[in-house]
């Protein structure tokens, strides 16, 4: 077996997170989980209690611990990423931070997009905007994420890579409910709202995500890099692989110019390029062949 790593895992307790946790804990590693309580961990982990916006508070929970890596499944904001900076610059000697595609709302290519697009050393960082105000926070998120990203990355000192993370489908427990959207509409005969130019965009199995981000923990690279299967899906490659468990349901899809769309419709790209990935030594697979299964996971036929 490789070193055994002691590992702290802030947030994420669900879902990704959770299967980030049991891929660290087969692995032998030492975890311990940082987040406000509301969520225990599993079994073998340990636990420690902390708002990450308090300083303070988090750095009485830490004590004297020290960490091979961190992984921040919940840092949303340059505040944040700026106080996690401060906390753990001297107790880690790898930190990774969970990040977006939003990252690149700002782009639109019919070619995958690739990490240089997007360099978290150019992103101005505002701290004064309303981070704390969940509806402003909420509007901008690929912002917020895009100044945590360069918070993370200004000046030597702290090793960190940050982890774009594509849309992700499969499981069980998907709390999104952005399938079920679909399926009911299905069921239905209710109109699917698209884009009156609907773009493909790449996504990641649950599973896989995963996986990614438990080697990156182990690794060495920094900087950013995209996670996302290979292979673009389209709103309507998902409503057929829907189709399937919806006896008799059909897709009607209803063009509009303007105003919202469905889950997984996008007026602009967001397919991401993950040949980086592949050159520093992870495969992702394809998509068309998790779909699926991973559909049948969340609708509830997954056995």
């Known amino acids: 077996m490789e070193k055994v790593l002691e590992v702290l895992v802030i947030g994420g307790n669900r879902y990704v997170g959770k299967r980030l946790i049991a891929t660290f804990?087969?692995?032998?590693?030492?975890?311990?989980?940082?987040?406000?309580?509301?969520?225990?961990?599993?079994?073998?982990?340990q636990h420690l209690r902390a708002d990450r916006d308090d300083e303070r508070q988090l750095t009485d929970a830490l004590g004297s611990?020290?960490?091979?890596?961190?992984?921040d499944q919940v840092c949303y904001t340059p505040r944040q990423a700026a106080i996690a900076r401060r906390v753990f610059t001297g107790r880690t000697r790898r930190y990774v931070m969970t990040s977006?595609?939003?990252?690149?709302e700002y782009e639109d290519s019919d070619s995958l997009v690739r990490e240089e697009a997007v360099d978290p050393s150019t992103?101005?960082?505002?701290?004064?905007?309303?981070?704390?105000?969940?509806?402003?926070?909420?509007?901008?998120?690929?912002?917020?994420?895009?100044?945590?990203?360069?918070?993370?990355?200004?000046?030597?000192?702290?090793?960190?890579t940050v982890v774009r993370v594509a849309h992700v489908l499969g499981?069980?427990?998907d709390f999104t409910g952005r399938l079920a959207h679909y399926a009911e509409r299905l069921r239905t005969g209710e109109p699917i709202?698209?884009?009156?130019?609907?773009?493909p965009a790449t996504y990641v199995y649950v599973e896989e995500i995963a996986r990614f981000l438990a080697w990156a923990a182990g690794e060495d690279f920094t900087g950013p890099v995209n996670a996302a299967s290979s292979g673009t899906l389209s709103t309507e490659?998902?409503?057929a692989a829907v189709a399937a468990h919806v006896p008799g349901g059909r897709a009607e899809f209803r063009p509009v110019e303007v105003g919202e769309v469905s889950p997984f419709s996008f007026r602009r790209s967001y397919g991401m390029d993950n040949a980086r990935a592949a050159r520093l030594g992870f495969t992702f697979g394809?998509?068309?062949?998790?779909l699926p299964r991973a559909v049948a996971e969340t609708l509830g036929k997954g056995d």
Do not use: I, M
């Open 25 to 45: 804990l087969a692995e032998g590693h030492r975890v311990t989980v940082l987040n406000r309580g509301s969520s225990p961990p599993p079994t073998g982990v």
């Open 65 to 71: 611990r020290v960490f091979d890596v961190v992984v």
């Open 100 to 104: 977006t595609v939003e990252v690149y």
């Open 123 to 160: 992103v101005p960082v505002d701290a004064g905007l309303p981070w704390n105000d969940p509806a402003f926070l909420e509007a901008h998120y690929g912002e917020g994420k895009r100044q945590a990203e360069a918070v993370l990355a200004a000046g030597p000192g702290f090793a960190s």
């Open 171 to 173: 499981g069980d427990d």
């Open 193 to 199: 709202a698209v884009p009156t130019v609907n773009r």
């Open 237 to 239: 490659e998902l409503c």
């Open 286 to 290: 394809e998509a068309r062949q998790w």
